[in-house]
C-alpha cells in the first residue's frame, strides 16, 4: 500500500506564474510541489468499475493523464463521463481499481474536502457563483476557503493574495467587472467567473464537465484561448460535445462509451477510427 502524506504537504501551491516550468510537461517537474509526479503522469486510473444497483456506468477504465497536458474526453451520452470526475473528485467510490493522484496519493481514500485540497479543482455544467456578492467578492471568497463567507469578506487579504486575485481576474477578462454583483454577468461571464475561482486556488489538474454549454461562439473561442493557456501550468481533464471546441484546444482525445475508453488519439485518428462511428451514428 502506498502512503499518502502529510496534508500540509498536499496544500502547497503550484502555480508557475513566469510558466517556467511549461518545459516540464512530461518530466514531472511541473506542478510538483508537494505532489509526486516523477513519472511525469498527474493522473492514473486503473481498472476502474463503478456500478450503480447492477448497472456498470464504469467498466474497466484505464486512463492517464500527463502532467500539463489537456485532455479532451468525448462519448455518447451516458458514456460515463461524469462518473468518471465523480471518481477522481470521491463523489463517488468505485467498487475497484485504483486511482491516483500523482505517485502516492490514493485518491479512494480520501474525502472530497482532501482531494480539492490536494489540487484537484472541479468545475460542474452549471456555474454556482455567489449571484449577490461582487466579482472580486467571490474570488476573494474562493482563496479563503477555510473561513465562512463573513468571516472570509472580514478577514484581510495579504499582499499576494491581492496579486493572486488580479491575475485570476485578468485571465479571466474580467477586470472590468470586478464590482459588479455576479448576478449580473452574462452566462458565459459566470463561466468564467467559476474557472477563475478554482484559478485561485491553483489546482494542479483541474476537471471540466461540459464548459462551452450555452455559451456564444465569442464565449467558446476565449474558453479555447483560455484552456489553452492554462495548459502546461496546469493540467486539463475537458469533457465536451462540441467538438468544434474539442478540435480547437486538443493533441489527444479519449473517447469513452459504455464506461470504458473505445479510442484515444488525435481527434483526427479518433473520428476516422471505425468504432468510434458506429457508436456515434448508432446513437
Ligand atoms: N447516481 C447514479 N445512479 C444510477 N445511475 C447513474 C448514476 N449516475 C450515473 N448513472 C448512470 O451511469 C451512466 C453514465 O452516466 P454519466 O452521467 O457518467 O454519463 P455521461 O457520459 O456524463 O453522459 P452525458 O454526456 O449525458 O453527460 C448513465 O447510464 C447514467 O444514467
Ligand atoms: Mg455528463
Not at 53 to 68: E, P
Not at 91 to 109: C, M, S, V
Not at 230 to 248: I, N, W, Y
Request: net charge negative.
Amino acid at each position: 500500500m502506498r502512503a499518502t502524506p502529510l496534508p500540509e504537504l498536499m496544500l502547497e501551491p503550484a502555480f508557475d506564474p513566469a510558466g517556467a516550468a511549461r518545459d516540464a510537461i512530461g518530466a514531472g517537474r511541473l506542478a510538483s510541489k508537494g505532489l509526486d509526479v516523477r513519472h511525469g503522469t498527474i493522473l492514473t486510473l486503473e481498472g476502474i468499475n463503478v456500478s450503480f444497483d447492477g448497472f456498470r456506468a464504469i467498466t474497466d477504465l484505464n486512463l492517464y493523464i500527463g502532467v500539463g497536458e489537456l485532455r479532451c474526453i468525448i462519448g455518447p451520452n451516458g458514456a460515463g463521463k461524469t462518473t468518471m470526475m465523480d471518481v477522481i473528485t470521491g463523489k463517488t467510490r468505485p467498487d475497484n481499481g485504483h486511482a491516483y493522484f500523482g505517485e502516492t496519493l490514493d485518491l479512494t481514500q480520501m474525502s472530497e474536502v482532501e482531494i480539492a485540497q490536494a489540487g484537484i479543482g472541479r468545475k460542474f455544467q452549471k456555474p454556482t457563483v455567489f449571484e449577490a456578492l461582487s466579482v472580486f467578492e467571490n474570488l476573494e471568497l474562493a482563496l479563503k476557503t477555510d473561513k465562512s463567507v463573513w468571516a472570509s469578506l472580514r478577514a484581510k487579504l495579504s499582499g499576494t493574495q491581492k496579486d493572486r486575485i488580479e491575475e485570476v481576474l485578468s485571465t479571466i477578462r474580467l477586470e472590468g467587472s470586478r464590482h459588479r454583483p455576479a448576478g449580473l454577468l452574462s452566462h458565459g461571464q459566470k463561466q468564467f467567473l467559476e474557472i477563475g475561482m478554482l484559478l485561485v486556488q491553483d489546482p494542479q489538474l483541474l476537471l471540466l464537465d461540459e464548459p462551452v454549454a450555452g455559451m456564444t461562439d465569442a464565449e467558446t473561442e476565449f474558453t479555447a484561448e483560455l484552456f489553452k493557456s492554462l495548459a502546461g501550468k496546469h493540467s486539463l481533464m475537458v469533457v465536451e460535445h462540441d467538438m468544434g471546441f474539442v478540435g480547437s484546444i486538443a493533441d489527444h482525445v479519449t473517447v469513452l462509451h459504455q464506461g470504458s475508453v473505445l479510442a484515444e488519439g488525435s481527434l483526427e485518428d479518433v473520428q476516422a477510427n471505425e468504432r468510434v462511428i458506429e457508436v456515434y451514428l448508432g446513437r
